[in-house]
């Protein structure tokens, strides 16, 4: 059984197309890829930036805190030179009570200060993109499936 010319080259052109067809949808489905990827980038872009400046907000209440604290410790030891002045030479100047409650409420101002701090190095660390992350899981899922409907 013989093929015709006719019949040989619509067979060829049938074949072209579907290659072109084939083309079309590794075309399309790089594109979307490419796409999705810039998408991924910047959305850890965005969530490092995001955890960065939480990073430096702590640091900065973290050194506040540290101020505090040293001042404080430089208002006790001024207190206490003053009660030596008052218990060794003049029993009637008792400046030393106003460092004592000052060092107290920079104490204390330290202290919340270094809490705040710690609470932002834990939410700011570790400085991972975890919704990209997740997000490029679901893809994996999706495109691994045997139902990618489902997993949506």
């Avoid at 790089?30 to 965005?46: D, G, N, P, S, V």
């Avoid at 701090?117 to 991972?128: E, Q």
């Amino acid at each position: 059984m013989a093929i015709s010319t006719e019949e040989m080259r619509a067979r060829q052109e049938a074949a072209q197309g579907e290659d072109a067809k084939i083309g079309q949808a590794i075309q399309e489905i790089t594109e979307r890829a490419q796409i999705l990827i810039h998408e991924e980038i910047e959305l850890a872009k965005a969530e490092m930036t995001q955890k960065a400046i939480v990073l430096a907000r702590g640091a900065g209440v973290g050194i506040a805190a540290g101020i505090f604290l040293v001042v404080g410790l430089l208002f006790i030891l001024n207190g206490f030179a003053w009660l030596t002045w008052y218990a060794l030479f003049s029993p009637s100047t008792t400046y030393f009570w106003g460092f004592f409650i000052v060092a107290g409420v920079l104490f204390l101002l330290g202290a919340l200060a270094g809490f705040l701090a710690s609470r932002a190095f834990k939410s700011g660390s570790p400085p991972t993109p975890e919704l990209a992350i997740d997000e490029a899981k679901r893809i994996k899922e999706t495109v691994t499936s045997e139902h990618p409907e489902r997993t949506i």
